[in-house]
């Protein structure tokens, strides 16, 4: 059984960083993809970055491309979102998710296993 735990979020001022993190258990596919969405409060979901199973670099979203980047520890089977120059609008509800095969694009359809998700708050 896929497990995906998000931890990290909290409450930071406009320019500040924060890293969360997704723990991954039973993901036991020889390939898979692992994105991080969010979803502001009263819109929709939106996916900001991804990163296939055996990739050193990920793919972004126009909106977070320079300021985020996504990691992985495969020995810890963490995957982690570095978050800098934190503006207002990142304020989220932020989720981990998962899915077997490629890593093309962020339609959130395509992931079978999420996270409860970890809220963050920029404040300006």
């Known amino acids: 059984q896929v497990q995906l735990v998000e931890s990290g979020g909290g409450s930071v001022q406009a320019g500040g960083s924060l890293r969360l993190s997704c723990a991954a258990s039973?993901?036991?596919?020889?390939?898979?993809?692992v994105a991080w969405f969010r979803q502001p409060l009263g819109k929709g979901r939106e996916g900001v970055a991804r990163?296939?199973?055996?990739?050193?670099?990920?793919a972004y979203s126009d909106s977070v491309k320079g300021r985020f980047t996504i990691s992985q520890d495969n020995a810890k089977k963490t995957v982690y979102l570095q978050m800098t120059s934190l503006k207002p609008d990142d304020s989220a509800i932020y989720y981990c998710?998962?899915?077997?095969?490629?890593?093309?694009?962020?339609?959130?359809?395509?992931?079978?296993?999420w996270g409860k998700g970890t809220q963050v708050t920029v404040s300006s």
């Open positions: 039973g993901l036991t596919a020889s390939g898979f993809c």
């Open positions: 990163m296939y199973k055996t990739a050193v670099v990920g």
């Open positions: 998710a998962a899915k077997g095969g490629g890593c093309v694009g962020f339609n959130e359809a395509g992931y079978n296993y």
